[in-house]
């Protein structure tokens, strides 16, 4: 039995040194970790008019290169100049709504408005495009509402941003300066003082129809006043012409392209310095 007892006294000791060194040994020796996988290159592409591209791609091809205007608002190289100050560039395009010479004046570098000569066209005609124009009202005021400054750009001879003397200068919002006309208020009133120049920088999606004359994309604006937003890519959902005090127009079909237009409204309103950029649909 002492024996016995001796041989299993011995084998705990051992177990308990045995335990020790373990102990001692998992102090001392790091775990032992699995290096972690290298992460996959990150390849993304994109798909564009041109083709599919790797992101960062140099080989895809890059804008084509115009030259801008010298100065702020003048004429970009791809520009098609429709007024650039002279009587010349005035006879050369642009007509009346028929076609023939207009009655409108040119007046120390602008072209002016002349009651009852009626709207003023380009003879080139446009889609969808970036149309640059500087307006002035008449510096002595006379009238009020509707009755002051007023006049108007159509896009595609149809869609009319309003112009207006609306410096201090109370009527309905949505047909003061730079609304849509009946359709959207401008952002914020952008005007400067009647006399001053000031400029239009507009952006215009065309609307498209189908053969049987329904509207297949709506139009949309974006338009700048003296630099200012005033109309933020906002979709037309029917015309802007009038036909009485308290409605609006359907759409009418147009075909692809129309001229740019201005309105006579019986104020003797300027204009110079009128550009546009024909842009893809």
């Known amino acids: 039995?002492?024996?016995?007892?001796?041989?299993?006294?011995?084998?705990?000791?051992?177990?308990?040194?045995?335990?020790?060194?373990?102990?001692?040994?998992?102090?001392?020796?790091?775990?032992?970790?699995?290096?972690?996988?290298?992460p996959k290159?990150?390849?993304?592409?994109v798909d564009t008019p041109t083709g599919r591209w790797m992101v960062h791609d140099e080989a895809r091809p890059a804008p084509t290169i115009?030259?801008?205007g010298a100065e702020c608002g003048s004429a970009p190289s791809d520009a098609v100049v429709l007024f650039d100050g002279t009587e010349d560039s005035m006879k050369a395009n642009w007509t009346?709504?028929?076609?023939?010479?207009?009655?409108?004046?040119?007046?120390?570098?602008?072209?002016?408005?002349?009651?009852?000569?009626?709207?003023?066209q380009s003879k080139q005609q446009f889609g969808s495009c970036q149309v640059h124009l500087e307006f002035a009202t008449p510096s002595t005021v006379k009238g009020s509402g509707q009755g002051r400054g007023n006049s108007g750009v159509f896009l595609q001879g149809d869609f009319e941003i309003q112009v207006l003397d609306s410096y201090d200068n109370k009527?309905?919002?949505?047909?003061?300066?730079?609304?849509?006309?009946?359709?959207?208020?401008?952002?914020?009133?952008a005007c400067r003082k009647p006399g001053e120049w000031?400029?239009?920088?507009i952006i215009y999606h065309r609307a498209m129809f189908d053969k049987d004359g329904k509207v297949t994309r709506k139009p949309t604006f974006t338009a700048f006043q003296n630099g200012v937003l005033i109309?933020?890519?906002?979709?037309l959902e029917g015309g802007t012409q009038w036909i009485n005090a308290h409605a609006v127009t359907d759409f009418r079909p147009l075909p692809d392209k129309g001229p740019l237009q201005f309105q006579d409204h019986g104020n003797p309103v300027r204009f110079r310095n009128v550009w546009v950029r024909e842009l893809k649909d």
Not at 101 to 118: C, H, I, L, Q, Y
Not at 171 to 189: H, S
Not at 198 to 201: G, L, T
Not at 231 to 235: A, G, I, K, P
Request: glycine residues 8%; hydrophobic residues 40%; contains cysteine.
């Open 41 to 45: 290159p990150l390849t993304q592409y």
């Open 96 to 120: 009346d709504t028929k076609g023939n010479p207009t009655k409108w004046v040119f007046r120390d570098g602008a072209m002016e408005s002349v009651e009852k000569a009626g709207y003023i």
């Open 171 to 189: 009527t309905y919002p949505d047909g003061q300066c730079g609304a849509l006309y009946g359709r959207f208020v401008p952002l914020v009133n």
């Open 66 to 68: 115009i030259t801008p």
């Open 1 to 38: 039995m002492r024996k016995m007892f001796f041989v299993a006294v011995a084998v705990a000791m051992l177990g308990i040194v045995a335990g020790c060194a373990t102990k001692e040994a998992a102090k001392t020796e790091p775990a032992k970790v699995e290096p972690a996988a290298e």
């Open 231 to 235: 109309q933020d890519h906002v979709t």
């Open 198 to 201: 000031q400029s239009f920088d």
